[in-house]
């Protein structure tokens, strides 16, 4: 059995991130990836403009920026503007592209089609029956993660989120507030450069895929937007952390649960989550100072869409507050981020 110092399983922004920092520092490094390319992902592609400018990703993959945030609740239309972009939209398939080339140049082996069907201990096995040996193992692997199942961690809390990615670009990047469809949830409108993401998020303990697939079509044909003719992609989102740091074991990104219960953001988280994984591999007395302020920061959106869950008058009246207090800039947008 050929051993490895780490494997990563997934590709994607927290696995490829891991894998990047620990080759850099001259460790071997192999991930290995179910899908038969690397990038794809359901996904509205939104990350705090701040976020992206820390994470060191490239001009070239921003897709549209906006200063101007269009809320829009039951009783408000708001139109709130700043005075740098807040959310930038980028492409999941060009940062996953860019993030492999960041992962090659480094000396990571990545493996396509390679999907991870057992975990044990020291030793992962693929669907062609291939065992091979770790000394360190990154679960990098999304929201149904094997490596968390394999730790004995259950995914109680999710969301789900459903993405149209329609042709056109529209003006405005625009969030929907409507507990009377959404629950704590929400519609957004996300423009990217020639393309919009159109969909829904939800607590699936609110609302199942088909109701809240059922209530963005009729938000949509509220607004006007024809959803017929694009297809809908659906995907869990983990928010259930319970710890990433089980040494020889990591969590990254939606397989830590480390994903916003409130809005669903979750590839800043993974990147974070990712780069210190590697760290604490690296050092094993790392600190994980951005990761920790990260972590409060989801406990925060956690109580936070507990509360709205908790009543329908409570939700309706906490987010007209929420959406007033950005009005009138007492609070940040980035209270919605997780940056
Ligand atoms: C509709 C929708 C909209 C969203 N919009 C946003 C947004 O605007 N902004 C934002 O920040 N977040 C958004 N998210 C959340 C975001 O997509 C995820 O939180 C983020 O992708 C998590 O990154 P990750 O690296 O942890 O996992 P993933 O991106 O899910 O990557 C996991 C990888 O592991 C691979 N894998 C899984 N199992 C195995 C296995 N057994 N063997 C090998 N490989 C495996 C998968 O193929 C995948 O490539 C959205 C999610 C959804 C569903």
């Not at 319970?242 to 020889?248: A, K």
């Amino acid at each position: 059995m050929r051993t490895f110092e780490t494997i990563i399983i997934g590709a994607g922004p927290g696995g490829l991130a891991c894998a990047t920092r620990l080759a850099r520092h001259g460790r071997q490094v192999l991930v290995l990836e179910r899908r038969p390319q690397v990038g794809p992902k359901v996904c509205a592609g939104g990350i705090p403009h701040h976020a992206l400018e820390e994470l060191g990703l490239p001009p070239e993959l921003r897709e549209a920026e906006f200063p101007l945030q269009v809320i829009r609740t039951p009783w408000q239309q708001a139109r709130v503007r700043f005075e740098q972009p807040v959310i930038t939209t980028i492409n999941r398939q060009r940062l996953g592209g860019w993030q492999l080339q960041q992962a090659l140049g480094a000396g990571v082996e990545v493996r396509t089609d390679s999907p991870v069907t057992a975990v044990g201990d020291g030793w992962v096995e693929g669907a062609n029956g291939e065992r091979l040996g770790y000394r360190h193992l990154v679960g990098a692997d999304g929201a149904a993660s094997l490596v968390r199942r394999r730790l004995g961690l259950a995914s109680r809390r999710l969301g789900v989120g459903i993405n149209y990615q329609v042709p056109g670009r529209w003006p405005d990047m625009e969030w929907h507030l409507d507990p009377g469809l959404f629950g704590n949830g929400y519609a957004w409108i996300f423009p990217h450069r020639e393309t919009t993401s159109i969909g829904a998020y939800a607590d699936r303990a609110e609302l199942g895929a088909l109701e809240l697939a059922a209530r963005l079509h009729r938000w949509a044909q509220g607004l006007g937007i024809g959803l017929g003719q694009t297809r809908a992609r659906a995907a869990l989102i983990n928010f259930d952390y319970q710890g990433w740091d089980f040494r020889p074991l990591f969590l990254t990104g939606d397989a830590a649960g480390l994903a916003s219960g409130f809005t669903g953001e979750g590839i800043y988280p993974a990147i974070v989550s990712g780069e210190a994984a590697a760290s604490a591999i690296l050092d094993p007395a790392f600190q994980p100072v951005r990761l920790t302020r990260l972590i409060r920061r989801q406990r925060l959106h956690h109580r936070l869409q507990k509360l709205l869950a908790t009543h329908k008058l409570i939700c309706q009246i906490s987010l007209e507050m929420l959406v007033l207090a950005i009005r009138a800039k007492i609070i940040g947008f980035e209270a919605l981020e997780m940056y």
